[in-house]
């Protein structure tokens, strides 16, 4: 059964500061997402990563993968008031045995305070 | 062009009651999938189409929920004699196709009371 943990879940910070969220996942996997969450809105996708050392980045966020530790981070630089959400990161096995549909983790709910 | 859309966004309805969940995808999208997602937690995934048929339910929690996509487009979640616990809102995303990314609709808040 794929297992996806992201840490940490709850992150409290002040804008301007930089921190990273990690997301580790429990086999082999095609490809990694982040999807934002606004209180009681949708999911949004931010970014696909597929294949190892991967990187991507949108303002003030960039995603990296590595497929050999089962490991992605979420980098937040310089954050600001907007970025205040909830982040997921979800696994898709293309193919593979069980689900096929996205494995979310818990997601990290990020409040960032001026 | 128009993303997912579901309706209704809310509906609550009595614990017993039938349910109904439509999902309208984004125009030629092939797959479509269903995910519930409860208070503080990630989406699950329920169930999986392409095209018309269902290729993956595994996520339905028991045989009270079904889903049904009749023409490749429009689906439909259907829940029986419905419990509190599957108060939640339930997603629906598609994707152009399965290797593609999912676009997640507004989503349908459901309560059971």
């Known amino acids: 059964e794929l297992k996806v943990e992201q840490n940490p879940l709850f992150l409290s910070m002040q804008e301007g500061k930089n921190y990273t969220i990690y997301c580790n996942y429990s086999?082999?996997?095609?490809?990694l997402y982040w999807y934002r969450q606004d209180p009681g809105k949708s999911l949004e996708s931010l970014f696909v990563?597929?294949?190892?050392?991967a990187v991507k980045q949108e303002g003030r966020l960039m995603a990296s993968l590595d497929t050999k530790a089962r490991l992605s981070t979420l980098h937040i630089t310089a954050a600001v008031h907007d970025l205040s959400a909830t982040y997921f990161c979800?696994?898709?096995?293309?193919?593979?045995?069980?689900?096929?549909?996205?494995?979310f983790g818990k997601g990290t709910h990020l409040i960032i305070q001026p | 062009g128009a993303g997912v859309s579901q309706t209704p966004s809310n509906k609550v309805t009595e614990k017993g009651k039938y349910v109904e969940l439509r999902c309208d995808p984004i125009?030629?999208?092939?797959?479509l999938y269903w995910y519930r997602q409860s208070l503080g937690q990630g989406p699950e995934f329920l169930i999986y189409f392409q095209g018309t048929g269902a290729a993956d339910d595994s996520g339905l929690p028991n045989d009270r929920f079904f889903a049904v996509r009749p023409e490749g487009s429009v689906s439909t979640l259907k829940i029986q004699r419905t419990e509190r616990g599957d108060s939640a809102v339930y997603l629906c995303?598609?994707?152009?196709?399965?290797?593609?990314?999912?676009?997640f609709g507004p989503g349908t808040r459901l309560t059971v009371l």
């Open positions: 125009s030629g999208h092939t797959a």
């Open positions: 995303a598609s994707s152009l196709t399965p290797e593609t990314p999912q676009y």
């Open positions: 979800a696994v898709f096995i293309v193919g593979g045995g069980g689900a096929d549909g996205l494995t």
């Open positions: 086999t082999t996997s095609d490809r």
């Open positions: 990563l597929l294949s190892n050392g």
